[in-house]
């Protein structure tokens, strides 16, 4: 094969992938820092209320406890 020939093999095969490439769209870095920090914010609340929810059952089982020895 000439040059010439696979020249033009290359460049159909290069607008090929690039006609399916160049419409796909990726996350600009803003975007991923926003959708980290959202995440961040849901996880805390997640933790803090699940952190709450385990103390508030520890006293509970604790003050059971008092109550069956009487005190």
């Known amino acids: 094969m ?3 020939v ?4 290359a460049k159909s095969i290069y607008k090929i992938i ?13 975007e991923l820092l926003v959708t980290i920090t959202i995440l ?7 933790f803090m209320s699940v952190t709450g929810f385990l103390k508030k059952s520890r006293d509970v089982s604790r003050f059971e406890n008092l109550n069956r020895m009487n005190f």
């Open 2 to 4: 000439n040059i010439k």
């Open 6 to 9: 696979l020249r033009r093999r």
């Open 18 to 30: 690039k006609r399916f490439i160049s419409p796909l769209k990726a996350f600009t870095l803003l």
């Open 40 to 46: 961040a914010i849901l996880f805390t609340v997640a």
